[in-house]
């Protein structure tokens, strides 16, 4: 099956930094990438979807000052949480999808970020 | 708005008893998935489903499309402590992006 790499795998950062969560897909290029948060015991929820070469688009109550999304190329999208504060701590997961709309998205490993 | 809701949300399991997952979501689907979670992991997909009356199996799990019920179930036939872990449905709408399910938590005790 397709693979997708998400780097790191965990993270812990300071209050205020800024962190950056990379996505890639590495046998297949990705039109559409896809950015997840999970709080524990919680369900995944969408923050964004992002299409390469254009703006990502956020879910409501998700802010994109500071949850900046990259999708630069077709396997390469990334996440930055900048100014990152404790309740930014979660686990982040991102999955590309190869083509149009009905084809299947593979997940990343998922990132586990701590901010203390 | 898209909603998908399972239950039960925790299942503790007897080894070699059968139980079902259910998955209702609340508008016309394309397709339905079916993920795994184990603790600290990411996704691992299961099934997907893409029409009506659909039934995939996969050894001890079997899960089944009913679209004008707009119910999923997920059967667990058999259950080994391995199958431990939680379990999500999820389904893409009519806006191609995958809404989860509140997930169903499933411990297998001995």
């Known amino acids: 099956g397709a693979v997708v790499s998400q780097h790191p795998s965990w993270v812990i950062c300071k209050s205020g930094t800024s962190v950056k969560i990379e996505c890639r897909s590495l046998d297949f290029q990705a039109t559409t990438m896809f950015w997840y948060r999970q709080f524990p015991k919680q369900s995944l929820m969408l923050m964004a979807t992002?299409?390469?070469?254009?703006?990502?688009?956020?879910e409501q109550g998700v802010e994109k000052d500071k949850f900046l999304i990259n999708h630069a190329s077709l396997t390469l999208s990334t996440l930055t949480v900048t100014s990152a504060h404790p309740e930014d701590s979660s686990f982040y997961i991102c999955?590309?999808?190869?083509?149009?709309?009905?084809?299947?998205?593979?997940f990343g490993q998922g990132t586990r970020l701590t901010v203390v | 708005e898209l909603k998908v809701e399972q239950n039960p949300l925790f299942l503790s399991m007897q080894e070699e008893k059968n139980y079902t997952i259910y998955c209702n979501y609340s508008?016309?689907?394309?397709?339905l998935y079916w993920y795994r979670q184990d603790p600290g992991k990411s996704l691992e997909s299961l099934f997907v489903?893409?029409?009506?009356?659909a039934v995939k199996q996969e050894g001890r799990l079997m899960a089944s499309l009913d679209t004008k019920a707009r119910l999923s179930t997920l059967h667990i036939t058999a259950a080994v402590h391995d199958l431990s872990a939680t379990y999500f449905c999820a389904e893409t709408g009519t806006a191609s992006k995958l809404t989860f399910g509140t997930g169903t938590r499933l411990q297998v005790t001995l």
């Open positions: 999955s590309a999808r190869p083509g149009t709309k009905g084809t299947e998205a593979f």
């Open positions: 992002s299409n390469e070469g254009s703006k990502a688009t956020y």
């Open positions: 508008t016309t689907s394309d397709r």
């Open positions: 489903l893409l029409s009506n009356g």
